[in-house]
């Protein structure tokens, strides 16, 4: 249905394609980690490659974070077992690497002289995915699966930050980070991965120091999803809660794209969407006494809302590179001053438009630079 969906329109009307055209980005920050990191992030830029597309390097990291956190769930699905402390450790570098190549791959757009708004689109898209793998690594590293409510808002929580720091860009144009935010909040989950693997996961249940309380309103996403789990006969976010968190995160993941891609082409948001069939169908699962195994339909909400996560994406990304005229993966054409790469000789002779890349570095620039809300 989602496919026929996407097939029969497309996502983005022309007027909202014009909008894009037009977007500039717009950023405040006062980040205290921020100006004592640039020295290794100018340091690590300047050893990438010129041909390596600035979105190629966001995408890279992104997978490292959301394998390096698959591993993690693999011995420690619940956050109730304790995961080795080598899983925890793999953990830390994953998120250390994401984290890094996401500070650089606005300044590889300003090298290459790449930059376009769908550099900022799909580095908050990517964002807004490895925010929910980011949160759950943390959870599990600190064993909260022995106190679940604590596990749902920790993460739960997390998501909703991500997507109101993006509802407080749409409002006022401007993306704002504080003096402790993103940066700030990874470098908080490595240093709990770093403990959780010398010291050992268990450290956390420790009386003291089990407790995060984080707090936030409920939102559109945190509401269902929260009644939903509340209201489980069989306990469904208690026994599957990777699983869980996974699906309606997904789900969120997808509602904040739409909230960027509302913010860049200066339309209006639109609430509806078929990522929440799962979350629905669960809920009236519920109303009529579960007559369909909740853990079925659990599933089915996470291999929906993530096919429809990827498909919209998909679909977003290619309608931009056709009206922007540039590439997503490759550059296609060989930068100024330097000799011609032997991966891209043969694309440069063919092609006379620029490529693509992230908008800004961290320092500011045109228009792309890491998403804020967090953990990112």
């Not at 959780?196 to 936030?216: D, Q, R, Y």
């Not at 919209?312 to 011609?340: M, N, S, W």
């Amino acid at each position: 249905m989602a496919l026929l969906a996407y097939r029969d329109k497309h996502i983005l009307s022309a007027q909202q394609l014009r909008k894009l055209s037009e977007h500039k980005y717009s950023c405040f920050s006062a980040s205290l980690l921020d100006p004592l990191l640039q020295p290794w992030w100018n340091w690590l830029v300047s050893q990438t490659p010129l041909w390596l597309a600035p979105n190629l390097i966001t995408i890279v990291g992104l997978i490292l974070n959301v394998v390096t956190t698959l591993i993690l769930i693999c011995y420690s699905p619940n956050g109730v077992e304790a995961p080795p402390r080598w899983t925890c450790l793999l953990c830390a570098l994953g998120l250390f690497i994401y984290q890094s190549l996401d500070s650089i791959d606005g300044k590889q757009a300003r090298r290459t002289n790449t930059s376009s708004p769908l550099g900022e689109l799909f580095d908050h898209g990517c964002d807004s995915i490895s925010t929910v793998f980011v949160a759950l690594s943390a959870c599990i590293s600190c064993q909260l699966g022995h106190y679940p409510n604590w596990l749902f808002f920790q993460c739960f929580c997390a998501i909703a930050l991500f997507y109101c720091a993006h509802w407080q860009t749409y409002v006022s144009g401007t993306m704002r980070f504080g003096r402790i935010d993103v940066t700030e909040a990874q470098f908080s989950i490595i240093a709990i991965h770093l403990v959780s693997a010398a010291l050992g996961p268990e450290i956390w249940l420790t009386k003291g120091t089990s407790v995060l309380s984080p707090s936030i309103p409920l939102t559109l996403v945190v509401l269902p999803a929260l009644i939903i789990a509340q209201k489980s006969p069989h306990n469904i976010f208690t026994e599957h809660a990777s699983v869980y968190i996974l699906a309606f995160g997904m789900v969120a993941a997808k509602v904040t794209n739409k909230l960027v891609i509302a913010h860049m082409t200066k339309a209006e948001m639109e609430y509806l969407d078929w990522s929440l069939l799962g979350p629905a169908l669960l809920f009236l699962n519920q109303y009529f006494n579960c007559i369909v195994p909740e853990i079925w339909l659990l599933w089915f909400t996470l291999i929906w809302g993530t096919q429809d996560l990827l498909r919209y994406c998909a679909q977003v990304c290619l309608e931009i590179c056709q009206h922007l005229r540039i590439d997503l993966f490759r550059i296609p054409y060989t930068p100024k001053g330097v000799a011609p790469h032997p991966a891209t000789a043969s694309v440069s002779s063919q092609s006379n438009f620029g490529g693509f890349g992230s908008s800004a570095d961290k320092n500011g620039g045109s228009a792309h630079r890491k998403s804020k809300s967090k953990p990112h």
